[in-house]
């Protein structure tokens, strides 16, 4: 159980930067928009559009990243609480409607 337990405190601190990722996903597009503008407008060459657009897609995949590895965390948890998984509770293929869980 320490093991688990060990684990999953390790993987609390990725939903305390939430937010920080947030902001800098934020950031990343209005710095884009604006380096677009001033590349269409003339102001900018196409060198400072590319970087952008570049830290702009690494920024959008972070709270993807984050969230995996939160669901990576959820599981360690789960079995040190008692709990456990089973093939019935998955939603099968075709079903009307999926379970919200």
Known sequence: MYVQFNKTCGALPYAASMKRQERAVTSSKDSLQLFTIHYRCGVDTCLQVTPAEATELLNARIPIDTLRRRMDASVPLGNA??????ISDAPTLGAGRVKDY
Request: charged share 15%; net charge negative; glycine share 50%.
């Open 81 to 86: 609480l008692g709990g456990g998984w089973d």
